[in-house]
């Protein structure tokens, strides 16, 4: 028997719809990564992080080697040290849900002679293991991700950041990506994959 005109035109309409929906879930899992002030945060480019709670991020200034990351809520004057985020692509600009670096730049902070790329040592264990340091021998451990309930309530385009130790290599046994999210001791509040309510910031361009 022939198709009907009908069924196969039926066919065509739910094969058009199945690439439509799959084209826009693929669009929406990956955005253009924009700053405080709407512009697009460019691939490799240097960027401050600013917490949405205020205050600034800057490398520790304390003699330690790898460095930490800390979160100075009190600090408003300057935008604290500047990162580069990078995916290693010929992309013009950062896109969410995308693997990618994050790179202090600075070498030899303190003396410390180790490599300026992000990692965590051990993002299952308790702090310090699980800090964000710096001393990173793998690149693209991370990925910036949307936080959408935060940028509607803050008016301005706010990320969080999840550290995903399997796209780089590294094994772990419970999750892909870790939520990041900060971690007070002794009060110093560091950048770590401690749980609890994640770390929203925007991207800052001097
Ligand atoms: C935080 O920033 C303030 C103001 O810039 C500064 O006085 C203070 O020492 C900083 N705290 C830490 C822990 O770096
Ligand atoms: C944070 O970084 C900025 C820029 O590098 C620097 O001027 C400032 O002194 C730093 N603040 C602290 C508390 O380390
Ligand atoms: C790194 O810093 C230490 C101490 O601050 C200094 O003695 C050393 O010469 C520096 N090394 C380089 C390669 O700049
Ligand atoms: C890095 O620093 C350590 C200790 O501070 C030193 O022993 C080592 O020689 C340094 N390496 C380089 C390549 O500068
Ligand atoms: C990361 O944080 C988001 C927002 O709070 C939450 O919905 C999600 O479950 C968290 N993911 C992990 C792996 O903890």
Not at 52 to 79: A, F, H, M, W, Y
Not at 140 to 162: A, D, E, I, W
């Amino acid at each position: 028997m022939k198709p009907s005109l009908t069924s196969l035109h039926l066919f065509v309409v739910v094969i058009m719809t199945l690439s439509i929906s799959s084209s826009m879930i693929t669009t929406a899992a990956a955005q253009t990564v924009t700053d405080t002030t709407g512009r697009e945060v460019r691939n490799g480019g240097k960027y401050h992080i600013i917490p949405i709670q205020g205050g600034r991020i800057n490398l520790t200034n304390e003699n330690i080697c790898p460095l930490n990351v800390v979160v100075n809520l009190s600090s408003k004057d300057k935008p604290g040290d500047g990162f580069y985020f990078s995916h290693y692509t010929r992309d013009a600009f950062l896109r969410t849900s995308r693997i990618l670096s994050i790179d202090s730049g600075k070498k030899n902070v303190s003396g410390c002679n180790k490599s300026t790329i992000w990692t965590i040592p051990n993002a299952e264990a308790k702090a310090p293991s699980n800090l964000i340091t710096t001393g990173g021998d793998m690149r693209k451990c991370f990925q910036v991700v949307n936080y959408p309930g935060v940028s509607r309530k803050h008016r301005t385009p706010t990320y969080m950041l999840q550290y995903c130790p399997s796209f780089c290599g590294v094994r772990v046994a419970t999750k892909t990506c870790f939520n990041i999210s900060t971690y007070s001791y002794k009060g110093v509040t560091r950048l770590a994959s401690s749980g609890g309510t994640p770390f929203a910031f925007g991207f800052y361009k001097l």
